[in-house]
Structures are given as C-alpha cells and as structure tokens.
C-alpha cells in the first residue's frame, strides 16, 4: 500500500477556498431543484377571469396578506404564491401583470379571480367576466411559495348534511386525507369537499380524471 503525503493546513484552506469559488461561478449552470409545484415562466392558460373587490377589501387572503383591492394581485387554484402573471383580455386585448396571493376563483371554468384595481385596467368591472390568456412572467416579492398540497373540490353545498354524504363516500374510495370545508357566505354558511392529499399537480390532475366522471364539475386547488 502506498503511503499518502498529508496536505499542510495551509493547502488545505486553500483548496476549500477553490472550490467553492468554483461552485459559486457554475451554480448558474446547474438546474434549479426540483419541487412539485413548479411551474416554469411561458406557462399559458385559457378561460374565464372574474374580479373580486370590496366585500373582501381588508381580509386576510390565503398566503396571510391583507387584502388590498387597488393593488394588482390575483387568486389562482394552484400557482405558487408570489408568482408573476400576465392577464390578457382576449376581447380588447387589454393586459396586466398581477401577483398571485390567494386561492379561487371556486368556479370550474375560471381560471384567475382579479384585484379590482386589475379588472379595471382590464376593463372588465361592467362585465364581471371576460375570456382571458394568462401567462407565468417571473416572481415578484422576495421568493415564491410552493403550495403544500392539492386537493380536488368536487362540490360546494349549502346542506352540511349533503356535503357529509359526499365527504364520507371519498373516504370511502380511499381519499384518505379529503375535507369538509365550512365557509362563511352571505346569509349563512356553504360547505366545500375537497378529494385529496395529493403530493404533485400531476397527480392531483390524473385524480381529477377520475373523479370528474361522478363529479363533473370539479377543479385541483391547491393549499
């Protein structure tokens, strides 16, 4: 066996030294690591855009900021918190970049509920609705937040006990982690049931597959 010389402690700082400065001038070129809820910039999508203002102006929204309906933000079922999105009106070409910083809308066929400071430059108040492109551009604020999970809402119901039914019959099937969401609404209350824990949007959409044979009308949310 060959005996190995011992690096003197000078050399040994220096190749430390080294090579993390050759770690930090190649970092660029390594791929960012990966995370289920990423979804990378030139992401598009079509549908419907609604707008949501002063009935909610103060609340908390779902990543805990206040609300503020003359800032641009958006809500969104599943992009990250803090993700940059261009709205574009299809129907006058109109555009804006807004933030997402909360969950909705809870409709199936829309696809971003907007400030109404960003419906306005839009020009879609009048209208409550219009057909839309969006489009991920970047991140705004200090970093993104990736959602902790998916769920797919099969229904919202005005009976709790209806909503029970449904509830019971996913945990049932095996969707062990489902919900019963209780929100409050004008005049009372409705109760939303959400299918899941799901790890990764593509699998919350092969789950959404399924279940939209039995519940036509639901959509991934994310958490």
């Known amino acids: 066996m060959k005996n190995h010389c011992p690096l003197d402690p000078k050399t040994t700082i220096v190749l430390s030294l080294l090579s993390f400065l050759y770690a930090c001038a190649t970092s660029h070129l390594m791929p960012p690591p990966y995370h289920p809820g990423s979804i990378s910039p030139g992401y598009v999508e079509k549908g419907i855009a609604s707008w949501y203002g002063p009935g909610f102006h103060g609340r908390r929204t779902a990543n805990g900021e206040v609300y503020n309906m003359y800032a641009f933000t958006a809500a969104h079922k599943y992009l990250p918190f803090n993700t940059l999105v261009k709205v574009v009106n299809l129907s006058n070409h109109r555009s804006v970049i807004v933030r997402i910083n909360d969950r909705g809308p809870f ?117």
């Open 107 to 223: 409709v199936k066929d829309r696809i971003i509920d907007l400030s109404y400071a960003a419906a306005k430059k839009l020009g879609i108040l009048k209208t409550g609705t219009a057909p839309v492109l969006i489009e991920v551009v970047g991140v705004g604020g200090s970093h993104v937040i990736f959602p902790r999970g998916y769920f797919v809402q099969v229904g919202a119901f005005s009976s709790r006990d209806n909503a029970m039914r449904v509830y019971l019959y996913l945990k049932k099937q095996g969707y062990t982690g489902s919900l019963l969401v209780r929100v409050r609404k004008e005049g009372g209350y409705i109760w939303r049931v959400q299918a899941g824990e799901f790890p990764t949007l593509a699998v919350a959409k092969r789950a959404m597959r399924l279940l939209g044979r039995k519940f036509p009308s639901c959509f991934i949310l994310a958490r």
